[in-house]
Nanobody, 126 residues
Framework: QVQPVESGGGWVQAGGSLRLSCSVSGRTFASYAMGWFRQAPGKEREFVAAIRWGSGSSHYADSIKGRFTISRDNAKNTVYLQMNSLKPEDTAVYYC???????????????????WGQGTQVTVSS
């Protein structure tokens, strides 16, 4: 069972940057990808980005494309989310999770992901 732990959240002014980390334990050969999601108060959880451990292939939500970059370090079992040009609307709790099956890695539906971490809060002030 994949167990992710997120870190790196905090407070930042609009236009600033943060890098989130997702440290994953319990990885096996079947642990093929990880995704980042976020949830703002009163809103649904939404997809941010996902990456495959092996190939490094990734995909992004349109709302953050060009500002956020997902990457992974296989040796450290860690996935990163570099967030630049942050906006107040990026304020949310950020979570990482593993797709339930290999064909789900390309999905943006939170229901297709499981093994959620506890999340890390990102607050962007205007």
């Amino acid at each position: 069972q994949v167990q992710p732990v997120e870190s790196g959240g905090g407070w930042v002014q609009a236009g600033g940057s943060l890098r989130l980390s997702c440290s994953v334990s319990g990885r096996t050969f079947a642990s093929y990808a990880m995704g980042w999601f976020r949830q703002a108060p009163g809103k649904e959880r939404e997809f941010v980005a996902a990456i495959r451990w092996g190939s490094g292939s990734s995909h992004y939500a349109d709302s953050i494309k060009g500002r956020f970059t997902i990457s992974r370090d296989n040796a450290k079992n860690t996935v990163y989310l570099q967030m630049n040009s942050l906006k107040p609307e990026d304020t949310a709790v950020y979570y990482c999770a593993a797709p339930r099956k290999i064909t789900d890695w390309g999905s943006q539906n939170p229901s297709d992901f499981g093994s959620w971490g506890q999340g890390t809060q990102v607050t962007v002030s205007s």
